[in-house]
């Protein structure tokens, strides 16, 4: 069982930056591909951003440009460094890991641990 943990959520200004973090309790998080998501408000959960094993990253469009995924498999640990935050962007952040497939996916479903969550909250 692989646990997930984020950290770094708050509450900012619009045109401000947030970094969260995703720390995993397993040592084979470098073979695991790795997704950011987030859940508004009476919304669904939506992809935000992945990197998998081998490095590849992914954005959805509205996150390209200011939005930047890493991991740290020392510590094993991805990173989402989140610039130009807008209103918009509010929404409780998730970190996943798929441990299963060989491609990078956008599908939550495909995504078997999670954490529990951290509140972005920005401020116009």
């Known amino acids: 069982q692989v646990r997930l943990v984020e950290s770094g959520g708050g509450l900012v200004q619009a045109g401000g930056s947030l970094r969260l973090s995703c720390a995993a309790s397993e040592r084979t998080f470098s073979s695991y591909n790795m997704g950011w998501f987030r859940q508004a408000p009476g919304k669904e959960r939506e992809f935000v951003a992945g990197i998998s094993y081998n490095w590849d990253t992914y954005y959805a469009d509205s996150m390209k440009g200011r939005f930047t995924i890493s991991r740290d498999n020392a510590k094993n640990t991805v990173y989402l460094q989140m610039n130009s935050l807008k209103p918009e962007d509010t929404a409780i952040y998730y970190c996943?890991?798929?441990?299963?497939?060989?491609?990078?996916?956008?599908?939550?479903?495909?995504?078997?641990?999670w954490g529990q969550g951290t509140q972005v909250t920005v401020s116009s």
């Open positions: 996943a890991a798929d441990s299963r497939s060989f491609v990078l996916n956008l599908r939550s479903e495909v995504y078997d641990y």
